[in-house]
């Protein structure tokens, strides 16, 4: 408006198409601030145009106002209680300002396209229309976005004037000679000094001694009190904020919110709690409505809190659940583990009670209720060999050493040594030689009393019986395969026996122990011994012959126990469901208890080349974690639990009776009351 068609066409030539907008450095004001392009374009050969073209639009429009588009005056009010209506608001003398029917995205693509000055154009929302910015608000743009003021005639850096300084200063303003007073010490106040210092010796002048604040303390606080807490007088508690009054609340409501009075009966047969708090009334007036009837009663209810309640304020600490879990690794970076069933070995008739894996990994071995013990082959499956023992078998294991193939299991009441009849001839041969033993074996007899075992020839089987004098509970072997353990639990001292199978010779090391022996086992690779009672495990070195440390599980009862290749951690399983982890280094008592089963732990294990150990249960499920044992003695182990395996049914209330592990694949063996084995792979 207002502008002639000259200058617009100085304006086009200016802006053309091939500029780009004001952020591109087009408009480069590095010179100073005439150097713009548009200005320098047509300055002189267009001034003429431009006159004569304001003279035109002057006479062509005597009113501006006319011409003006309208503005709108709807102040403050959001635009947005406008989106559904069809005006955008009023103009000044009141009329809708009518909404501008918007063309599509493609029509405005096309028709900007073809606009050289679109680039130009803002859509302004309060007026909904289009404007195009002018030159000398473009010129401020650009200024702005390049760090610079506004305005190019305003110079951010003036030269300081010193308005004190000047060249024809040639007298002071004072032209009086300095006084001598100015230069010598005042005697007077020398005889104020020495005055004052005389009344201070003389303890004339008294120095205010600072006050001793009283030594008060709020009788029922605590170490946890505030500054807040602690100030003088009692905390300032605020009124509970009631809810604000509704339409019901109103002394004239409607009708609807008035009750009949057969509702007004039917409240009195409701409990107290559930009747409403408020019964709405109507009155003709505000004068006629009475004084509340509660008000003297909730009065003396406020009063009561303020007297009752505790008169310390304690902040409480937000913080989020979700922090205070511990941050676990993902279930991925920590495979392989097993989960899922790969083999079903079946074939017994009764519960497996007891299996164990021969060291290649090659052979397992298990002991059913049903009398037999058999030898499987694990990557098939094929049952090797079956020995009819005719009695229930407790416990199995298979010797550590390759080359001594021979299987110790428990029947009935006595230990059984059988050559499971693997390998080679050489290993078989060797097995047999060991398994020879004469008419009287050497005896534990130094006391003169009867001996506690007699090893003596199998009459059906190929092998050795050890008779306790009592039933053996548990057996296990040493790493290098030449010695094993029995445990007798009972409260003499041939409880836990040690074996020689090389010498065919027993004795009893320990005098005397502190409660009923349950499980024993050998340190993996240390001369130390494992026996776990009821409630301790006990730790001794049998080079020495003495107790090095005493493990306070806090269980009810422990029913298994199993030691880290490491040899440094030990996990305990009991009879409540808990499981214990041991860390011998750091402490006697243990560093962590998982409550992982609902009922007893039947087994527990730790593989000897992955951090993995598991436990078995009787409510038919067997769980596997992650237990990785750092070397550096001041990182804790880290224990994060990764699968539940199912697929046992329970009979006659058991469920798995035992777990092992593959010795060098992350592989899990159970055994359960449904007389099958199963084999778990990742």
């Not at 005639?153 to 009086?176: I, M």
């Not at 020495?544 to 806090?554: C, D, I, N, T």
Request: charged share 30%; proline share 6%.
């Amino acid at each position: 408006m207002g502008r002639g068609e000259g200058e617009r066409e100085h304006e086009g030539d200016d802006l053309s198409a091939d500029d780009s907008s004001w952020s591109d450095g087009e408009w480069s004001e590095d010179d100073d601030e005439e150097s713009l392009s548009f200005e320098d374009s047509g300055s002189d050969s267009g001034s003429g145009s431009d006159a004569e073209s304001d003279e035109v639009v002057a006479e062509e429009s005597d009113s501006s106002e006319d011409e003006v588009a309208p503005r709108n005056t709807v102040g403050d009010v959001p635009l947005e209680w406008y989106k559904d209506e069809e005006h955008v608001g009023y103009d000044i003398e009141g009329r809708k300002i009518k909404k501008r029917d918007r063309e599509g995205r493609i029509e405005a693509y096309l028709r900007n396209a073809d606009d050289n000055k679109n680039w130009r154009k803002i859509y302004d929302e309060y007026n909904d229309e289009e404007v195009q910015i002018t030159k000398e608000e473009a010129k401020i743009i650009s200024r702005l976005l390049k760090g610079k003021t506004p305005h190019a005639n305003v110079d951010p850096y003036p030269d300081y004037v010193d308005w004190f300084e000047y060249e024809d200063k040639g007298h002071p303003l004072s032209s009086a000679p300095e006084p001598k007073r100015r230069f010598v010490p005042s005697k007077w106040e020398q005889k104020k000094v020495v005055k004052l210092v005389r009344a201070i010796r003389n303890g004339w002048i008294k120095f205010d001694k600072p006050k001793e604040e009283p030594n008060l303390y709020l009788l029922w606080g605590d170490e946890t009190d505030t500054a807040d807490n602690k100030r003088q007088g009692l905390s300032y508690i605020p009124a509970p904020k009631p809810n604000l009054p509704g339409h019901e609340e109103s002394y004239n409501p409607s009708v609807e919110y008035i009750p009949t009075q057969e509702e007004i009966d039917s409240y009195q047969l409701m409990y107290e709690e559930d009747r409403p708090k408020f019964i709405p009334k109507r009155f003709e007036s505000l004068r006629s409505v009475p004084a509340y009837e509660k008000a003297l009663r909730e009065g003396f209810d406020r009063c009561l809190d303020l007297y009752l309640c505790p008169r310390t304020r304690k902040k409480r600490i937000n913080i989020d659940p979700e922090s205070l879990k511990p941050k676990l690794p993902s279930k991925k970076d920590l495979r392989p583990y097993p989960k899922t069933c790969y083999l079903e070995f079946k074939g017994h008739t009764g519960p497996v009670k007891s299996i164990s894996v021969e060291m290649t990994g090659q052979w397992l071995a298990s002991g059913s209720s049903d009398g037999t013990i058999r030898v499987w082959e694990v990557e098939t499956g094929r049952c090797l060999k079956v020995w009819n023992v005719g009695g229930d078998v407790r416990h199995i294991a298979w010797n550590p050493a390759p080359d001594r193939p021979i299987i110790a299991a428990i029947v009935e009441h006595d230990l059984l040594l059988l050559n499971a009849g693997v390998g080679s001839e050489e290993v078989q041969l060797r097995a047999k030689e060991l398994l020879q033993i004469g008419e009287m074996a050497p005896q534990d007899d130094t006391d003169g009393k009867k001996p506690a075992v007699r090893w003596m020839k199998h009459e059906k089987l190929d092998g050795i019986t050890l008779i306790h004098q009592k039933a053996v509970s548990n057996v296990d072997w040493h790493f290098k395969g030449d010695y094993f353990t029995t445990v007798v639990p009972s409260g003499d001292t041939k409880a836990v026996l040690l074996h020689q199978l090389s010498k065919k010779h027993s004795h009893h090391p320990f005098r005397k122990l502190p409660g009923l022996p349950v499980v024993a086992t050998f340190h993996p690779s240390q001369k130390m011994f494992f026996v776990a009672t009821k409630k301790f495990v006990q730790v001794y070195d049998l080079q020495k012959a003495q107790l090095v440390k005493k493990l306070e599980s806090g269980l009810r009862e422990i029913s298994s126990i199993s030691i880290h290749p490491g040899g440094d951690n030990v996990i305990v399983g009991s009879k409540d469901g808990k499981l214990c982890w041991f860390d011998t280094d750091l402490s006697t008592r243990p560093y962590k208890t998982l409550k992982t089963h609902s009922k007893d732990i039947t087994s527990v294990t730790f593989h000897r080349k992955y951090p993995l150990f598991a436990s078995s249960s009787e409510d038919c499920t067997a769980y596997v974690c992650h237990g990785m044992v750092y070397s550096d003695l001041n990182q804790n182990p880290l224990i994060v639990p990764l699968e539940i395996l199912r697929g046992h049914s329970s009979s006659d209330g058991r469920g798995v009776l035992d777990c092992k592990f593959h010795p060098k694949q992350p592989w899990l063996f159970t055994s359960g009351a449904d007389s099958v084995i199963r084999l778990y792979c990742d």
